[in-house]
C-alpha cells in the first residue's frame, strides 16, 4: 500500500504563499495525483488534480492562484499557493488513484492556516 506524506503547510498572511510537497513511497508516474482540502465545519473539496500526463484541473476559486505540478523522478506532487486568503484557511490532504481500479490513497493532512 502506499504512503503519502505531506509538507509544506503553516501560517501565512493573506496574500502570501505556500508551497505544499507530497511524496509517494511509490511510484507516481502512471497515477493522477491531487489536492483536497477540508476547513472545519465544511465537506472534503478538491482543490486540483493532475493526471499521469502532466494534465492539470482546478477547482474554480482556485483558479489563477494554485499551481500544481508533478516530478515523476522524486515520486512527488506540488501545490503551489499564491495571492492566499483567509478562506483558503483548511486541512490539505494529498491523495493518488491507483488507475485499474480508481482506489484512492491518501496523505495524513498539512494544515495551511492564512491570517487576515
Known amino acids: 500500500q502506499v504512503q503519502l506524506v505531506e509538507s509544506g503547510g503553516g501560517l501565512v498572511q493573506a496574500g502570501g504563499s505556500l508551497r505544499l510537497s507530497c511524496v509517494s513511497s511509490?511510484?507516481?508516474?502512471?497515477?493522477?495525483m491531487g489536492w483536497y482540502r477540508q476547513a472545519p465545519g465544511n465537506q472534503r473539496e478538491l482543490v486540483a488534480s493532475?493526471?499521469?500526463?502532466?494534465?492539470?484541473t482546478y477547482a474554480d476559486s482556485m483558479k489563477g492562484r494554485f499551481t500544481i505540478s508533478r516530478d515523476n523522478a522524486k515520486k512527488t506532487v506540488y501545490l503551489q499557493m499564491n495571492s492566499l486568503k483567509p478562506e483558503d484557511t483548511a486541512v490539505y490532504y494529498c491523495?493518488?488513484?491507483?488507475?485499474?481500479?480508481?482506489?484512492?490513497?491518501w496523505g495524513q493532512g498539512t494544515q495551511v492556516t492564512v491570517s487576515s
Open positions: 491523495y493518488i488513484r491507483r488507475p485499474y481500479d480508481g482506489t484512492m490513497y
Open positions: 511509490g511510484s507516481i508516474s502512471t497515477n493522477r
Open positions: 493532475i493526471s499521469s500526463a502532466g494534465t492539470t
